[in-house]
């Protein structure tokens, strides 16, 4: 039998580790040091450079089983990469591919291809790793696309994505060089800071139970967005980990999965078709995508995670959910779960409060994005790095910081929107101080939260101070719902009506300045006209307005004779509430 062939080019320019349980080879091949061989014949040949299988993997329902590979590359660095058995059902292209861009050596001829995917799926070794098919936290260890962090001792997890796409956990330059070139310009600066905050926060949110969720930076082109989005990718990886608005839904859905934990940036609102803005928002925020049915008819599960998203726009979420004419309302509680902010800080330099020591806005963006470029993808696994050993901890810590941020950031008579609100932006301060305090922020003590303050206080006073944003959907809701169906739904209390009504929704009756006045019953009032509100704040707040007139007795529900009813208790609302909306 010939002897074993030179590799075509030796990959490991170190030691291979080899793990210490045996490898149990199938019949046919060798590996070692030099390569993967497989007898053809009379001939050895050589079907790929040499790699390590480190362990066999399975989730934890003892599924999706794999087989773990280390090797090195031609620069002698180290890639890791679990490879998924059921991509190797097929001709195991993308396997192969995914191998060959991480710089191992794949034999050309079809037969070795062959030969390879054979060996892949039936090595075996009593070794195991635990996959996962989503980064992030899993028992005490947080799983990336090419890497684990865990503490000392624990047992292997690692990430088995569906598929191979390629990721954008990367790094480049140093810890050191991307707080001095990044993150230091952040100080004294709310938006760019509250924007690193986001890169740090999604490591949290499964510690302490919290619902996803995002910040939207609005304004007009050349105002700082994209330096800000860029900042934070940095936190995690490269300019490409910004994403653009423009993918479809299916694409998002895989995108937020991918940043499961992490972060999610997304540029350019505008390029979302507005008819679905405000569901693909709540969908990410939600953290959870649409069901769908296999090849076979089976259902396959829906893809989940749990995110903090970072976007930009020209225009708020829901000025572009509105934008298509239908005026649909963004669904409920969106408003606290993607917190709309000004990206422009009000001090005549765009985004930027202080310039530092750059001679313009202009500069310092340029500066950051450099800077970004050139240093990136280190603060965020430092950062979970530093929470080991400190996980069971983290969460009453946590949870006091955002409770104490919420007593000395809310003002009198808050409503529930605005407290859920300043607790998101709570936990933003939290993830901000944590990375200070661990050395990854090179902030002082209290940074973070004075961004943080600051961004809500500009958060509160856009939607017209405490309860105003209520205030104006309630009033918005009641007046669509009479434009809507004042003239198909409403009887008139005296004469015929000109045209058979269907599924009656009250009265009309002329008022004193020559208007309408509509009676609606309790029932159509707590049931449609109010739905997904409490029906009797909305009529002390439009009686306290002058659009609905109280009853002799100071209740807001009033006695009247209606035709074929007789005497009925209804709330009485005028036109104007519609004509001063429109205006």
């Not at 999610?264 to 959870?288: H, K, R, T």
Request: neutral net charge; hydrophobic residues 45%.
């Amino acid at each position: 039998m010939a002897s074993l062939p030179e590799p075509v080019a030796r990959l490991a320019l170190a030691e291979i580790t080899r793990p210490p349980v045996p490898l149990a080879i199938p019949n046919g091949y060798r590996l070692n040091d030099k390569g993967l061989f497989w007898e053809d014949g009379e001939n050895w040949r050589l079907v790929a450079g040499s790699f390590a299988v480190l362990a066999l993997t399975r989730d934890r329902h003892n599924q999706s089983w794999g087989v773990l590979l280390q090797w090195h590359d031609h620069d002698g660095q180290v890639h890791r990469m679990a490879v998924a058995r059921a991509a190797l059902a097929g001709d195991g292209r993308e396997v192969r591919q995914a191998l060959l861009d991480r710089g191992l050596h794949i034999s050309a001829a079809t037969r070795d291809r062959n030969a390879l995917l054979a060996f892949l799926t039936q090595v075996t070794t009593t070794a195991r790793a635990r996959a996962v098919s989503r980064v992030g936290w899993r028992d005490g260890c947080f799983a990336l696309p090419d890497r684990t962090i865990a503490p000392d001792g624990a047992d292997l997890v690692v990430y088995q994505g569906q598929g191979l796409a390629e990721h954008d956990y990367r790094a480049a330059g140093t810890l050191e060089g991307w707080q001095g070139e990044v993150a230091r310009h952040a100080i004294g600066n709310s938006r760019l800071a509250i924007a690193l905050c986001a890169g740090f926060v999604g490591p949290l949110l499964g510690l302490v139970g919290a619902e996803g969720g995002g910040l939207h930076l609005r304004g007009p082109s050349s105002i700082g967005k994209s330096t800000a989005l860029e900042a934070a990718a940095s936190i995690w990886g490269p300019k490409a980990f910004v994403r653009q608005w423009r993918a479809t839904a299916n694409g998002l859905e895989g995108a937020a999965e991918l940043a499961n934990e992490t972060l999610l940036v997304l540029d350019e609102l505008a390029q979302l078709a507005p008819a679905e803005a405000g569901n693909v928002a709540y969908m990410l925020a939600n953290g959870c995508g649409k069901s769908r049915a296999s090849q076979t008819g089976d259902a396959r599960a829906a893809k989940r995670w749990l995110t903090f998203f970072l976007s930009s726009g020209e225009v708020s979420l829901a000025d572009h959910a509105r934008s298509d004419g239908r005026g649909k309302r963004n669904p409920a509680g969106q408003e606290v779960r993607i917190l709309d902010i000004d990206a422009d800080a009000g001090q005549g330099l765009g985004l930027f409060d202080t310039l530092h020591d750059a001679a313009s806005g202009d500069a310092l963006a340029r500066t950051i994005k450099r800077g970004a470029d050139e240093h990136h993808g280190h603060a965020g696994p430092a950062f979970v790095q530093s929470l080991l050993g400190q996980l069971e901890s983290l969460p009453a810590l946590i949870r006091a910081g955002v409770d104490a941020f919420a007593r000395k950031a809310l003002p009198p008579g808050a409503t529930g929107q605005e407290i859920r609100a300043c607790q998101r932006l709570g936990l933003l301060a939290m993830a901000g101080e944590l990375a200070s305090r661990n050395g990854i922020l090179p902030w002082p003590d209290g940074e973070a939260t004075r961004a943080a303050r600051t961004i809500f206080a500009a958060w509160l006073a856009a939607r017209g101070g405490v309860g105003a944003a209520e205030d104006r959907a309630a009033v918005q809701q009641v007046a669509g719902f009479i434009a809507t169906h004042g003239a198909g739904r409403f009887q008139p209390i005296t004469g015929e009506a000109p045209t058979v009504i269907n599924n009656r929704a009250g009265f009309w009756r002329q008022d004193e300045q020559g208007g309408r006045e509509y009676l609606i019953h309790p029932q159509t009032w707590s049931g449609e006209v109010c739905q997904g509100m409490n029906p009797t704040t909305v009529a002390n707040l439009l009686a306290q307005r002058g659009y609905l007139r109280s009853g002799i007795n100071g209740k807001n529900a009033q006695s009247v004779s209606l035709p074929g009813l007789g005497k009925a208790r209804v709330y009485a609302v005028s036109s104007r509430i519609c004509q001063d909306e429109a205006a």
